[in-house]
């Protein structure tokens, strides 16, 4: 008798390995997938914050991923850095254009200050070559003879000074009345004698000028204003002075435009010499 056989071969159920590896690699797909979207849409956000813009991470992003935002946000860094280097090289640049304009300005005026003043004392030069290039002969013997001319024209007790001034000299006498009065010698000799407004005597008068003293007092002039610098001038004024110890007051000019006052006492005595410089 024939035994009859099921044609179905058994079938062996699956081992929990198999079916829990199947699960765990269909479940992994999608949240991967979602993780991935995730990351990339918080890869665009940025947060601004003290001027740099900062990449926002999600899950799925790596360092790569933030690298490139955060490498690009550190250039910009560098950028505005450079560009304020820049600027402040382009200030100091200008601060030192502009410190070199006002040295250069000063330094100008500076120039223009000297010169200015060259200019002044040849003019001041000019000026005193000219007035002593029109004066008479202003030596000892030459004022002397003026003198006595002005006391002859005028019948006068004596003078009190005697100026050299352009074209002759301007003498004070004072008359036998006790008036005093200007005469001027022109320097051919002829004696103009000048009307006095005031007409009486005066107790205070300066003294009368000894005029053989005036070779010594010319000397003692000079001398004393070359000591101080005044060199190769001449005597242009000679006047007897009242003031208590003061005998003489002479004026000394020097080619330069330099000039003197030197007093002396009644030894001829150097008493003081003020140096006039215009």
Same mark, same amino acid.
């Given at each position: 008798m024939t035994e009859n056989m099921n044609p179905s071969s058994p079938q062996t159920p699956d081992s929990p390995e198999t079916t829990g590896a199947a699960?765990?690699?269909?479940?992994?797909r999608p949240r991967r *997938?979602?993780? %991935? $979207? $995730?990351?990339? +849409?918080?890869?665009?956000?940025?947060? /601004?914050?003290?001027g740099t813009a900062y990449a926002l991470g999600g899950p799925g992003m790596d360092g790569d991923d933030l690298g490139g935002v955060t490498a690009e946000s550190g250039s910009d860094d560098q950028d505005r850095d450079a560009d304020?280097?820049?600027?402040?090289?382009?200030?100091?640049d200008r601060d030192d254009a502009d410190n070199t304009d006002d040295r250069n300005d000063t330094d100008d005026q500076d120039a223009d200050d000297a010169d200015d003043r060259d200019a002044d004392d040849a003019d001041d030069r000019d000026d005193a070559d000219s007035? %002593?290039?029109?004066l008479p002969a202003s030596d000892a013997a030459s004022m002397r003879t003026a003198a006595d001319q002005a006391i002859a024209g005028t019948g006068a007790e004596g003078v009190t000074t005697i100026e050299v001034v352009s074209g002759g000299y301007e003498i004070e006498v004072r008359l036998s009345d006790g008036t005093e009065s200007?005469?001027? =010698?022109?320097?051919?000799?002829?004696v103009t004698v000048r009307a006095e407004d005031d007409t009486e005597a005066d107790d205070d008068a300066?003294?009368? /000028?000894?005029?053989?003293? /005036?070779?010594? =007092?010319e000397t003692a002039a000079l001398d004393a204003a070359s000591a101080e610098g005044v060199a190769d001038?001449?005597? @242009?004024?000679?006047?007897?002075?009242?003031?208590?110890? @003061?005998? =003489?007051? +002479?004026?000394?000019?020097?080619?330069?435009?330099?000039?003197?006052?030197?007093?002396?006492? *009644?030894?001829?005595?150097v008493l003081s010499t003020d140096i006039d410089e215009d």
């Amino acid at each position: 008798m024939t035994e009859n056989m099921n044609p179905s071969s058994p079938q062996t159920p699956d081992s929990p390995e198999t079916t829990g590896a199947a699960a765990s690699a269909a479940g992994t797909r999608p949240r991967r *997938a979602r993780a %991935l $979207m $995730m990351g990339s +849409a918080a890869a665009a956000v940025l947060i /601004l914050g003290g001027g740099t813009a900062y990449a926002l991470g999600g899950p799925g992003m790596d360092g790569d991923d933030l690298g490139g935002v955060t490498a690009e946000s550190g250039s910009d860094d560098q950028d505005r850095d450079a560009d304020d280097r820049d600027d402040a090289n382009d200030a100091d640049d200008r601060d030192d254009a502009d410190n070199t304009d006002d040295r250069n300005d000063t330094d100008d005026q500076d120039a223009d200050d000297a010169d200015d003043r060259d200019a002044d004392d040849a003019d001041d030069r000019d000026d005193a070559d000219s007035r %002593l290039a029109d004066l008479p002969a202003s030596d000892a013997a030459s004022m002397r003879t003026a003198a006595d001319q002005a006391i002859a024209g005028t019948g006068a007790e004596g003078v009190t000074t005697i100026e050299v001034v352009s074209g002759g000299y301007e003498i004070e006498v004072r008359l036998s009345d006790g008036t005093e009065s200007d005469v001027h =010698i022109a320097a051919d000799g002829t004696v103009t004698v000048r009307a006095e407004d005031d007409t009486e005597a005066d107790d205070d008068a300066e003294p009368l /000028l000894d005029l053989a003293q /005036l070779p010594a =007092i010319e000397t003692a002039a000079l001398d004393a204003a070359s000591a101080e610098g005044v060199a190769d001038g001449v005597v @242009t004024e000679i006047s007897s002075s009242d003031d208590p110890g @003061t005998a =003489i007051e +002479a004026e000394v000019l020097a080619g330069d435009g330099t000039g003197a006052d030197v007093e002396l006492d *009644a030894a001829l005595t150097v008493l003081s010499t003020d140096i006039d410089e215009d």
